[in-house]
Structures are given as C-alpha cells and as structure tokens.
C-alpha cells in the first residue's frame, strides 16, 4: 500500500510538472523528438545518478582511504625516526621507508618551511590529504602537488629542521574515475546513436502512411506506398489500403447504380414527353410539362453530383493560366467578370473535376450579383481561389445549409433563376476530393464570397 501510495504521489508530481505551459511549448512536437526525449533523458539522469554515487560512495571513501593511509605512513616515519639517535640507524630507516611504504624521504636539518603562498585552485586530492594530515600530525606541514614526476611533495617541519616526504600520486589517487566517467559517456553516446537510427527507421513508416493517407484522402492512387516497419505500423497501413479499396468500391457502385437509374428514368420520361407533344395544348399538359422537364433537370443534376467522385487521373496544372481560360469563357456572357492571379503556383489536380467546381462557384456568383471578381491568394502550403459578387448574399446561420443536397434557400436566392441545389455541393465534394475546403464568408463587394483554398 506505501509503494503504490509513494508512486501515484509521484505521478501526480510528474504530471503536474509535465502540464506547466512553458515544458509543453518546450516539448518536441514530432514524434522522432519526443521519443528520442524519452530515451535520452533516462539516458541522462542514469548517468548523472551514477556519476553522483560514483563520486560520494567510491571516489570520495576510496581517496578518503589512501591519504589517510600516506598521512598514516609519514606520521609513522617521523615517530620512529624520533626515536633512533644515530645517523646509521636514520639513513637505514630512511632507505626502509623507501622500500617498503614508497616513501622518498630526505632531511635538511636547521631549515624551516617557507611560507606558503595561497592559493585558489580547488584540488580534492591536496583537501583531502590535508585534512589526513592535521589528524594524524602535530607539526607544521606544507603540501605541493607536482606533475613531472607526478608526485606530492609533504614538507613536514621538526624543532631541529624539515623533512621532505615525495609520495608518488598513485597512493593517493586512483585512475578509475577516468575510466567510469569514460566508460558512462561512451556508452551513453553509443546507445544514443543506436537509438537514433533505430527510431530514424521506426518513424519513416509512420511518415509514409501519413503521406499516404493524405494522398488518398485526395482521391490519388499511392502505387509507392506498401505496408513496412513495425507489426502496429503494417496493421494500420494495411487498414489503410482496405478502406482505400472499399471506398472505390463505394463510389464505383453509387456511380454505376445512379447511372442506371438515370437510364430507367429517361425512358418513361421520353415516352411522356411525346405523348404530351401528341397532345392538344392546355393549361393541364403545360404544368405537366413543366413537371417533367424538372424531374429531368434533377436526374441530371444528380448524375453530375456523382461524377464528381468519379476516378480521374491528377494532373500537374498552372493554377494562374488554368482559372484564366476558365475566367475567358465566363467572359463570353459576363465581360465585365475581373480576374486576378498570381505566378509560378503549379499543382496536382483532376483538371475536369476542379473546372466543374470552379464554373459552379463563378456561374453562382454571376447568376445573382451584378459583378463578380476571381483572385488568388497564396498562404502556408495552400493557396485561395477566391470568388466575391455583389448580390444579396447569405445569412451566416444559413451557409453551411447550403452544401446540402436539393436544399435552396429561397428567401436569400432568386428561385426562378436558380437550379435543383446540387451546385455547391458538388463544388465542396470535388474541393473535399483534393484536400481542400469550400467556405462561405461575407465579401467586401457587399454579398458572398466562396473561398477555395487546396493545399500546395
């Protein structure tokens, strides 16, 4: 109960620190960063837990050890030569300290210790070693660290002169600090590496499959894409392809049943039409008429809606030159219809799907404003294709109504000129189809302005 209690308090601290804005702006935002964040920073604080263990329980009591032990010896050494008087019994201990604790020992009696300049470099070795001294001495001493040879010279001051006691540094330090720290960034460097290019390989499936589905969802065939990298990757790449093939599938049976039913309607729409032409004239047969010559404009409105998921091979276009031959045509019937583009933007698209579209969406405009323009924004990775007029316009609350099929808004538009409401909704299918959107906004010109933006 204490484990699972300490750990969801620490949950509970990690998620609160994990939710403080400035770490999730400073988050990566791909996945590659973020799962290299999360191998690299165990990584690091296992390195920097173990360099701080390595440095309080084996550097610091391993060293602790070995200068108390040199300070022990030359503690030893002086107490003895304290005891023996003449000069052979002296040398003979000297030459034993020598041999037997590694000490180099000489005596220039009648000298004192010069004094000490101070200084301000840290070095653990000599702190250490000091204190080791002031425990076990009880005269003056001088340290000096020494590189060539590397030892530490221990001047060590008497009543009758100074001894110099030359310690070679490795019994007072040892090189496995060197080898540790090493050993933890070399191998910390290495698993970084490997885990870097492992993780390069896991993302680039992922990459693919987003590539991939952003192609498909703008009706475009992925004959590159296969089904690569990790068991889930492969699982939901080969979702991907299935739902790919079950929405042609969709399409390709909508389309084909519409078609057939459209076949089935004219027939006994033709036959009407000639028994009315066989008919006298009259109020009756003209409504009928009427009647008929509607139903046959909502068959083909409806067969036009299903054209647009029709499959059509993209194809790489100049958007500037594409609108303007589209513009020219408008221009046939409306001269005064204004055009502005922009240069040097080429994209894919399925060129009969999105002139249908865009002749929806300027015959709209032309059709109840007394003048309409067609301009061209470009923005980040998209470009606007942007349709204003001047007629009476759409209420806010009723421009998403609109896309609906068969549905007109009779109050806003003039229903005598209008056609059976399939015109933009077929232009937001094939807008949809490409990756892009239709909205309706408010236009300086005073009515509506349909802006089509597609992704570049």
Known sequence: MRKAAFFAKMSALAGAFLSFR?????????????????????????LSVATFVFFDRHWSTVTDRLTDAVAGDISLTLELMNTVDSEREKNDLLRLADRKLDLYVTYAPGEKLAKAKRSFRVNPLRDLLNRALRERLHYPFAIAMRRKPPVVAVQVEVPKGVYTFLVPQRRIYTPTTEVFIGWMIGSSILLSVIALLFMRNQVRPIRRLAEAAEVIGKGQDVPWFKAEGAAEVRQAAAALLVMRDRLKRQITQRTTMLAGVSHDLRTPLTRMKL???????????EGMATDIADMQGMVEAYLAFAKGEEAEASVEVDLAAFLGELVETARRQHPDLAFDSLPDIHIEVRRHALRRCLMNLIGNALRYGTHASVSMAQRSRAVDIIVDDDGPGIAPENREDVFRPFLRLDESRNPVTGGVGLGLTIARDIARAHGGEIVLEESPKGGLRARLWLPV
């Not at 999730?24 to 791909?30: E, F, L, N, V, Y």
């Not at 028994?275 to 047969?285: C, G, I, R, V």
């Open 275 to 285: 028994q009315l032409a066989m008919m006298p004239s009259s109020p009756e047969t």
């Open 22 to 46: 400035g770490i999730k702006r400073a988050m990566p935002r791909g996945l590659f960063g973020r799962t290299l964040l999360i191998i690299v920073m165990p990584t690091l604080l296992a």
